[in-house]
């Protein structure tokens, strides 16, 4: 039994705001994006992700479109400091991006950020602290007056460090970190204080971030709170009023739309809902929403596939097959009356008509996926289920997209038999897709070494009945396997690599290795899999991408 919350939790009730004016409008334009996947969503990971893989998330989120990107918080650990030295030194920041660093209000942590951004074409050094009662009573120990003067001495500090490097140009963003918990006419003092002491002009605007650290309330309440700062702020004119709001409740994304309408100009996230606890706004999903709804929303989700398969390599986490706009299944139906209805509804469809098609709404060509998975996913839904037999009876745990691809096969079985498939048949319908010799390239053997600190490998193959030996090179044994492809007129690239270890089957046998590679597929064709098993590991790695060549050259 759940205690009784009347007496345990204090609600936070709408403002007095009686003539709010949210309510009756329309978001008209996208906002000012930033992304913060590289400092808040990294720190809120298992294991922080290591300089490689911030650089390539870095690159992807470049690729997105963002324009303001924070790397990292730099007087935090040696490793983020020399993350944002690589950036600058090794010009990796494109001429319309600009990065964003992260401090607390304390001088030696400030001077560290600043250093940290010696000779960067443009920077924003953002500068946190909390405001709110609990917070100045239970963690800082410090009245209002001092919280205030923290804030205004390391504005003023910044705004000195800054000024001996005038070649950079430099912005300034403060954050009233646990903003929604702060009495509304102390947020506004600090924040008046903070623009005064860094002299903010229209040209040289103040970021002033109002976020949701912690969601407490209903959406609406946060959209009342940010449109009365936004109505009494002093120098609004000077001021960009942006939200970063967080996903306790689960409504982010409501709350930043109502905050957009409230008056805010810019919307810090990650991709995907990433960040502490329950995560911050997904900016995935603020952006398609917006698109949804007629909005250009400047950043180019187009390929989401590959963005999706980025962050996964980048982070660790998984995109769950129910993710708005990204998710394997979200343009599935399972439901027979649904995949009726949109079946008809392709039917009505019209090139270049508004899109009206029942329980889709969303084109999933706008984010690069195709239609067929509306269709043959439904039937994977029969009696059994396709993977959970090659899982319960073989050991062999399936990728979700090789499950929507082999239901296929599968389907097309019981459509030519009319009967009711079991496993030993789904069984031998798997071994005849993606285990056997047939097509042109049969592997026989390999032998791999490490050359000048990239890997060589030798690969003997049978190729149209005749024994071939290819060698590539490579930062990886597979990557090394790819390019002796090439070498027979085979270019394959590789959108998704999973291995398994494979337990010992119902039916006997040791374990072994099962390895999944996913090939991008030619001329906009659908991707195809490969599957190899084997005692050796990279063996069944090389089995895998043979058979998704042969596959694809079927």
């Given at each position: 039994?759940?205690?009784n ?7 936070f009730?709408?403002?007095?705001l009686?003539?709010r ?12 994006w ?12 298992f294991?922080p992700?290591n ?7 870095f ?12 790397v ?8 983020d400091?020399d ?8 010009q990796?920041?494109?001429d ?9 209000a304390?001088?030696?942590?400030l ?9 960067a ?8 602290n909390?405001?709110s ?6 963690v ?10 923290m ?5 003023r ?14 912005q300034?963003?403060?954050s ?7 009495e ?12 005064e ?9 103040l ?5 949701s ?17 936004h ?15 967080h996903?306790d ?7 930043a739309e ?11 996230g ?5 960040g502490?606890?329950t995560?911050?706004v ?13 909005i ?11 963005v ?10 998984s ?12 343009f ?6 649904h995949q ?9 469809q ?9 329980y889709?709404?969303f ?7 195709g ?10 839904s029969?009696?059994g289920?396709i ?8 050991g ?33 319908l ?8 047939a ?13 000048d ?17 290819v ?9 090394a ?5 090439a ?13 398994r270890s494979?337990g ?21 064709q659908p991707p ?8 050796n590991?990279l ?5 895998a991408?043979?058979?998704g060549?042969?596959?694809s050259?079927?």
């Amino acid at each position: 039994m759940l205690a009784n919350p009347s007496v345990k939790y204090r609600p936070f009730p709408p403002l007095a705001l009686p003539d709010r004016q949210w309510p009756n409008r329309a978001i008209a334009h996208a906002p000012i994006w930033m992304s913060t996947d590289l400092r808040d969503g990294n720190q809120a990971l298992f294991e922080p992700m290591n300089a490689a893989r911030k650089l390539s998330l870095f690159e992807t989120l470049c690729g997105i479109g963002f324009k303001q990107i924070e790397v990292a918080f730099p007087s935090a650990s040696q490793t983020d400091f020399d993350f944002v030295r690589q950036l600058i030194s090794e010009q990796r920041v494109p001429d319309d991006v600009t990065i964003e660093v992260l401090s607390h209000a304390r001088a030696p942590l400030l001077r560290r950020t600043v250093e940290s951004l010696r000779g960067a074409r443009s920077a924003i050094v953002h500068i946190v602290n909390a405001t709110s009662q609990p917070f100045r009573e239970l963690v800082l120990g410090m009245s209002k007056a001092q919280v205030l003067a923290m804030a205004v001495d390391a504005v003023r500090l910044v705004k000195e460090l800054t000024a001996v490097q005038p070649a950079t140009d430099w912005q300034l963003q403060y954050s009233l970190e646990t903003f929604t918990a702060t009495e509304l006419d102390y947020a506004l003092e600090v924040a008046d204080a903070v623009v005064e002491a860094w002299g903010a002009t229209p040209e040289n605007k103040l970021i002033l971030n109002l976020p949701s650290s912690v969601e407490h309330a209903t959406p609406n309440v946060y959209a009342d709170q940010i449109e009365w700062m936004h109505r009494r702020i002093a120098r609004r004119d000077s001021v960009v009023l942006s939200v970063h709001p967080h996903n306790d409740r689960g409504t982010a994304v409501a709350a930043a739309e109502l905050a957009l309408m409230a008056g805010a100009e810019r919307v810090e996230g990650c991709l995907f809902g990433n960040g502490e606890r329950t995560g911050n706004v997904d900016l995935v999903t603020l952006a398609l929403n917006l698109y949804t709804q007629g909005i250009a929303p400047g950043l180019d989700f187009s390929d989401i596939d590959a963005v999706a398969r980025s962050f996964e390599a980048c982070t660790g986490l998984s995109v769950p097959p129910r993710q708005p706009y990204a998710g394997d299944l979200v343009f599935t139906a399972f439901s027979g009356s649904h995949q009726d209805a949109i079946k008809k509804g392709f039917a009505a469809q019209t090139a270049g008509g508004l899109w009206n098609v029942p329980y889709l709404p969303f084109d999933p060509a706008d984010v690069g996926r195709g239609y067929d998975a509306v269709i043959r996913v439904n039937s994977q839904s029969g009696k059994g289920g396709i993977a959970h037999l090659l899982e319960s009876h073989y050991g062999i745990v399936l990728p979700r997209r090789l499950q929507v691809e082999f239901a296929q096969v599968v389907q097309q079985q019981a459509d030519a038999g009319g009967g009711e498939i079991g496993h030993a048949q789904i069984w031998r319908l798997f071994n005849a897709t993606y285990l056997t010799d047939a097509g042109p390239l049969r592997y026989l053997g390999h032998r791999l070494a490490e050359i000048d600190g990239n890997q060589r490998i030798e690969l003997e193959l049978q190729w149209h009945g005749a024994t071939r030996c290819v060698a590539g090179d490579g930062n990886g044994p597979l990557d090394a396997a790819v390019a002796a492809l090439a070498v027979l007129d085979y270019a394959v690239t590789i959108r998704n690599y999973e291995e398994r270890s494979l337990g010992p089957s119902r039916h006997g046998g040791d374990a072994r290795a099962c390895a999944f590679v996913e090939l991008a597929g030619p001329d906009g064709q659908p991707p195809r899999y490969g599957v190899g098993i084997d005692d050796n590991l990279l063996t069944a790695s090389i089995k895998a991408l043979i058979s998704g060549v042969n596959r694809s050259a079927e």
